[in-house]
């Protein structure tokens, strides 16, 4: 299809850096017409999000340069649903602390926030009309064919459960009642699209793009999981713990094939810094607003001294007599390890500094919200802390009467009770009620007897 240098120039945007890309003719239709193009990109809010979410989350500038409208969703009934991986009631606590991150990776990016649109999957996947639609699905798909396109994403256990059956379809579901013109997902992502390819169109519904970006491999080997502590890091890790996961990385000297810090740095790394090279050039497209705003660091990693177009520095050691080394391309950097001319020692150096320097603002931000903070005991609970012994409240019995430690002897008791009355002069009224008097058989002390009359008076009166 024939298409205008503009249109050409968007879609190579679109699509440049990407694994895969199923049903582009589409998306070129669409800018051949003048219009602009609508995708969405989704997310489980389940484990907490590793550093690997910077390749799909940059990819999304290249989007928003292109004039894409671009939609996050913040999956919460899939992470429900995704077997064993969260609770109903740790979905909420999640998806908020999702939502809070992601503004925080955008924003750290120089990515403007304002042209996102964050929409949460119970907003529309409770409506009479989804369900209606998701039973249509389950009247058309078979069990085989929802268990296969869920393979790669889907926890998969000995037994599964219904929910992780109708995960596949609800995602495909996602892309019409979202009204986007195609996906944009990672590489494992396959199956479920091509599931959508072929079922949306039974409902009545149009076929959609998908456009895939690879995964990042493990630091010490297979896909970086949420689940794999060793082998991911966190964006709220710590400097030390960084240089330490760095450290540990597997990085054999010479092998270029199965490195994932070597991968890292063609996923991460070299696209960020070509993304701050082209904004330096003021190569924004239809994005005029990026990088205003931005938090943390937005020079690319090269250092002082670097020729132009360097997107890599790699600081060698003096002591053994290496100077630096500045790359221009990603090859360069492959080529360079591939011939020993690269050490894995000071590229995990420069690797760990240059994963800080991401990181920085976005640890910053977390310890500048205290809202966020709280969110984050509520969706991640530390699973080995104690919970906090209550004291057990004492309750006051009062003792019967006449017992405990101020209990008084019956005199001492009469004793007290005059004393602190006041006494009356004999034949005095203690009222403005006229006196009456009774014959006593036996005579009382005078303050005693104030105290009959006083008490007795207005019984005698009624």
């Excluded at 064993?84 to 403007?112: C, E, N, W």
């Excluded at 990088?291 to 020729?307: C, D, L, V």
Aim: glycine residues 8%.
């Amino acid at each position: 299809m024939e298409l205008t240098p503009e249109a050409q120039q968007k879609y190579d945007l679109i699509t440049r850096g990407l694994q895969e890309v199923l049903g582009g003719d589409s998306i070129k239709a669409i800018l051949a017409e003048g219009r602009t193009p609508k995708c969405y990109f989704g997310t489980a809010p389940t484990g907490r999000p590793h550093i690997g979410y910077f390749v799909p989350l940059t990819k999304i500038a290249d989007f928003l340069r292109a004039g894409v409208d671009v939609k996050i969703l913040l999956a919460d009934v899939h992470a429900f649903l995704d077997n064993l991986k969260a609770p109903f009631d740790l979905v909420g606590h999640r998806t908020k602390y999702y939502k809070k991150l992601l503004l925080a990776i955008f924003t750290s990016l120089g990515i403007p926030t304002a042209k996102l649109h964050l929409v949460e999957g119970s907003s529309y996947q409770l409506t009479r009309e989804y369900n209606l639609d998701n039973y249509k699905l389950c009247a058309t798909v078979s069990e085989h064919d929802a268990k296969k396109a869920g393979a790669e994403v889907v926890k998969q256990v000995s037994s599964p459960l219904i929910s992780g059956l109708l995960y596949p379809g609800m995602q495909a579901l996602d892309e019409q009642y979202l009204d986007v013109d195609f996906q944009f997902g990672g590489v494992d992502q396959r199956k479920i699209f091509t599931f959508a390819e072929h079922y949306l169109p039974q409902l009545g519904y149009a076929k959609r793009a998908h456009l895939m970006n690879a995964m990042l491999p493990s630091l010490v080997g297979g896909k970086m999981s949420s689940s794999d502590p060793n082998g991911k890091i966190d964006f709220l890790d710590s400097p030390e713990a960084v240089r330490k996961k760095i450290k540990n990385a597997f990085c054999e000297e010479g092998n270029v094939d199965e490195n994932g810090l070597l991968s890292f740095v063609g996923a991460v790394i070299i696209p960020i810094s070509h993304l701050r090279l082209e904004r330096l050039k003021g190569q924004t497209g239809a994005d005029a607003e990026e990088g205003e705003g931005a938090a943390g660091s937005q020079k690319p990693f090269a250092g002082e001294g670097a020729p132009e177009g360097t997107v890599f520095t790699v600081e060698g050691n003096p002591k053994f007599g290496e100077g630096s080394m500045h790359f221009q391309t990603f090859e360069e950097i492959v080529s360079a390890f591939r011939e020993k001319k690269l050490h894995p020692g000071v590229l995990k150096t420069a690797v760990a500094s240059a994963i800080n320097s991401l990181l920085d603002p976005i640890r910053a931000a977390f310890q500048a919200d205290e809202e966020w903070q709280a969110v984050e005991k509520l969706a991640y609970p530390d699973p080995n802390a104690k919970p906090e012994k209550k004291k057990k409240e004492k309750k006051y019995t009062p003792p019967p009467p006449g017992k405990g430690k101020n209990a008084k002897a019956p005199a001492d008791a009469a004793a007290a009770a005059a004393a602190t009355s006041p006494e009356a002069p004999a034949g005095a009224a203690t009222s403005n009620v006229p006196e009456v008097t009774e014959p006593h058989t036996d005579a009382a002390p005078p303050g005693q007897a104030s105290l009959d009359k006083a008490h007795d008076l207005p019984t005698k009166q009624l």
